[in-house]
Nanobody, 124 residues
Framework: QVQLAESGGGLVQAGGTLRLSCTASSIFHINAMAWYRQAPGKQRELVAT???????KYTDSVKGRFTISTNDAKNTAYLQMNSLKPEDTAVYYC???????????????????WGQGTQVTVSA
């Protein structure tokens, strides 16, 4: 069983920065970790994902502003969020996959394990 512990959410003004962290407690090898978000009234969407080899994928709206990374042990994922906008307001969820993930076809069904979510609120 993989447990994911998220931290780092909060309230920030537009243009500000936040850093989210997600640590996976697992004896299994983590092949990929991701951050998803869900805004009120909207579907959950992929924000960014990173494989154990370091390959990354971002949704277009965050490219150039957000950076996903992992620690050397590959069991902690970070999401550095710069130049935040009010439209980034959402609950952010960490996800982990112990099976191989293909970035060009990845969906949320590829991630077997999910965190509880952390609120990010960006004020105008």
């Amino acid at each position: 069983q993989v447990q994911l512990a998220e931290s780092g959410g909060g309230l920030v003004q537009a243009g500000g920065t936040l850093r989210l962290s997600c640590t996976a407690s697992s004896i299994f090898h983590i092949n990929a970790m991701a951050w998803y978000r869900q805004a009120p009234g909207k579907q959950r969407e992929l924000v960014a994902t990173i494989t154990s080899s370091g390959s990354t994928k971002y949704t277009d709206s965050v490219k150039g502003r957000f950076t996903i990374s992992t620690n050397d042990a590959k069991n902690t994922a970070y999401l550095q969020m710069n130049s935040l906008k009010p439209e980034d307001t959402a609950v952010y969820y960490c996800a982990a996959a112990t099976r191989p993930v293909l970035l060009f076809t990845v969906t949320e069904n590829d991630y077997e394990h999910w965190g509880q979510g952390t609120q990010v609120t960006v004020s105008a």
